[in-house]
Each structure stands twice: as C-alpha cells, then as structure tokens.
C-alpha cells in the first residue's frame, strides 16, 4: 500500500489531541484490562529459583504484549474504537503476519541502536544526527510495521519520511505525548518504589509499563486511522458514528436507514433494485458497489450477482484494496465455484496480490491452465515467469520453474520479461550445480 500522499484532514473524523482522555481509559477496557492483570500476576513465576527461568518469563510477557499492542493498534487503525466495536463489526483477528511484529520491532531496536553506537564513535555531528533521527523517526517506524508488516520498511528512512511528512506538523505533537507518556510511566515506578512492598514491585510496575504502552499503541493507531486516506490505509466503513462513511451522498444516513427498513420489513427486491441504481450512477463508488453486491447475497439471483461480482472486484483491483478483492474471489468460489474472472490482467494481478498475502497455493490455482484459457494473451509470459518465481522462491519447486522457465524462453526469447527469467534459471542451474 502506498505511504506517499499530500498532507490533508481526513473529513469528519475527530484529531487525535481532542480525544486524549479517551486514550487514558482504552486499557480500563474489561478485555486488556484483564490481559494486562494476567501478564503482570504472570511476572510472580520468576520468583521460582530455576536458572534463566526470570529470562524467560519476562521475554514471553513482553512478545505477548506487544503482539497485543499491536493487534489493538490494528483494530483502531480501521476505526473500530472500542472492544465492543470488535465483535460487533466482525473484526479478523486471524492474522499470522502479526505474531511476528514483535521480532521485528525488537530489530528495528537494535538496528537503530546498533547505528548510533557506530555514531557516537564517530562522535560530533554524526551522533547528534543520529540521535534525532533515531527518537523521533521511532513512532513512524512502530506505525509503518502495522501498515506494511515489514521490517526494511521500518527501516526504510524513506518510508519513515513518507509517513512524517503525510501527517505533517500534528507528527510532532504525536511525538511529544508519547514522550510524555513514556517519561509518566519512569516517574510513576519511581514514585512506587520505595512505597510499596518489594515482592510485588514486578507485577505492579509490569502493569504501569503495559498501562503507558497501550495508551501509546491505541493512539498511534488512531493517527493512522486519522490519516488513513494518506498512508493507504483501508478502514472499516460500518463506522459512520465516526465519520468515516466513504463513498457516495446516496450511501449516507438516510438511505442507509432506507435501505435497513426495506429489508427489515421483506422487501429485499425494492432495496435491491435501490442499491442497482445507486451503484450504476456510481459506478466507481466501492461502497455503492459493496452494498449492492451484500443485497445480491441476500437475493435469488445468482447471474446478477456473479456477473456484479466480477466488476465488483475489478473496482476493488483498480482501487489497489488487493486485500479485499481476495476475500471477494473467496467468497465468491465458495458460493459458487464456477466463479472465474474474465480479464487476463485482472486474473494476474490478483495471483500477485495473493502471493504477497502468502498464499502461494492460490496464488498458482489462478494461473494455472492460464495460456489455455487465453491463447492470446500478451500477459502469458508475465504469467509464465510468475509461476516460476512463485514455485522457486516460495516453494522451493525448483524443477517445475525450471520447465516452466525453458518454456518461457523457448516460445518467447525476445519478450522483455525473458531478461529476468535468463537470470532466474541461471541462479536455479547454479544452485542445482552445488547441490
């Protein structure tokens, strides 16, 4: 997703500065407040005398943790505020890239932390650069491996002056209240320390690191859902209590409570045939789209909805949301499988996008018998090369990208893409020599 874009307010959604008594009562929720009391309780195992054992204990509280943090910051990101939101909206918390982020800020720490010891031997200037741009590009770094999940990303300064400069000034004052926080949370174990009894100086000061951290993950989660529309963030748009209904004037509240009456009293078809004019006046308008294309499910029509469903997904691929056109495809083969899209470049660029979900198997399913299906196509080769990079480097098929990538060359040898698939066979053919 793209993290470049010029600086504007997104409309109708409230500045995080205004809601910072709400940042202070998110992990008095039941749900992390209960996460945080078992984590800290969980700090008394380290007073059992076995060797390391205290290691371990506090390393697996802090991935915990921050895996937490995370996915809290994630589901502020799309706009949903509050726990209850989560289930009420259906929020996915399937999401196997996120168990890694821990690791991956744990790098980014010491990555950074790694160049600044090389700075201050180098002493002067050096260290001072690198200390301002190690504080203050940290914040930027913690949000773009929520946005992208990846590590070089976080430590693309590049991507981090992407992210400051679309957020602009209100950056600054973002990082001045978690500096704030952080330093609230040293004074208040400095406070504790000598008041309280020492067996329980762990879990009590474990509980106020925790307390201070999701304060600071949920606000920076919301800065991204405050500047969602610049840092290509898509957020979720049943939260219109919030101002973030995207999409056309027809879509606002009073269709929305129109629509909601057709079809509490029966009349799906009136609502459908509403939703059919909304979306063809508004034929770029995702939400018009969506709720078309959620009414049609609701209907007997299956024609019209696997015929919506294929332009219904084009949109979404011309709009860059890869994520949702996948959910879309998937939905649609188990509803009915059958489901095929009929534009080559449309088939592909959701094989890639699929790819970089992770999912190779669906990844290759999409192409697969594709130059049958489309004996002219001018994307065969681009095809061909897909497969082959999918199945070598994600799958450690090496054979079978080798044939495809003799095929490649022998049916194509002046296509541009045959320069990238010489260089991949001669990397295959050397490994195939070593091994």
Known sequence: MSLSAQHQEAPGIQPFWQRLPRFFMYPLHLEPLLYMLFLSLATLIAFIPIPLLPLFVFLGIALSFIRYAYKIMDQTATGLLTPDQYESYGYDDDDSERKSLPYKLFGVFFVMSFVIGLADRAGGLFLGAALIYGILSMPAAVMILAITRSFWAALNPLAVFQVITAIGVPYLGLFAFLSLLSASSGALQSILIERIPLWTQRPVFTFIIMYFTLIMFNMMGYVIYQYHHLLGVRVNNSNEGNGVREGSNAAGKDGGNSYAELIASGQINKALEMAYEEQRANAEDVTANERYYKLLLLSEHKERLLAHARSYLALLLKKDLTADALALYSAMRER????????????????????????????????????????????????????????????????????????????????????????????????????
């Open 336 to 435: 009915a499988p059958d489901f095929e899209l009929k534009e080559p470049a449309e088939l592909l660029q959701l094989a890639r996008s699929a790819r970089q979900k992770r999912d190779h198997a669906l990844a290759l399913s999409l192409v697969k018998g594709f130059d049958k299906r489309f004996p002219e196509s001018k994307e065969i080769p681009a095809v061909y090369f897909f497969a082959a990079q999918t199945l070598s480097e994600n799958l450690r098929k090496d054979v079978m990208a080798r044939q495809i990538l003799m095929t490649l060359l022998k049916r194509y040898p002046s296509h541009p893409v045959s320069d990238e698939a010489r260089k991949l066979l001669n990397s295959l053919d050397k490994l195939a020599a070593l091994s």
